[in-house]
């Protein structure tokens, strides 16, 4: 049984930082793309937040969060990390990790077949 837990959200001043982390267990976590997406208050759509092959070890990053987030794994552990910087009150939503082992497109949520069940991140101004 395939299962993904976030974990480290909560609320934090504008400016400030946190990381999330996502355990997995059951697959093979080294080979699987892993990627970070959030859903806004209000906003039906999960946003693409960053992606990271297993496989190509390439990295991927929404545009207008690049610079500031940063994905990263720990195979040994089968965690993936987002490590999140200078937040912004736009950058409140539910956080959530989603796993695929044969995704083409990383930035489409739909197409990722296991998601864990979101962490909540809240930033005051």
């Known amino acids: 049984q395939v299962q993904l837990v976030e974990s480290g959200g909560g609320l934090v001043q504008a400016g400030g930082s946190l990381r999330l982390s996502c355990v997995v267990s059951?697959?093979?976590?080294?080979?699987?793309?892993m990627a970070w997406f959030r859903q806004a208050p209000g906003k039906e759509e999960r946003e693409f937040v960053a992606a990271h092959s297993g496989l190509t070890l390439k990295t991927y990053y929404s545009d207008s969060l690049k610079g500031r987030f940063t994905i990263s794994r720990d195979n040994a552990k089968n965690t993936v990390y987002l490590e999140m910087n200078s937040l912004k009150p736009e950058d409140t939503a539910v956080y959530y990790c989603a796993a695929d082992d044969s995704i083409k497109v990383v930035t489409i949520s739909e197409l990722y077949g296991f998601w864990g069940q979101g962490t909540q991140v809240t930033v005051s101004t």
């Open positions: 059951g697959l093979a976590f080294s080979d699987w793309t």
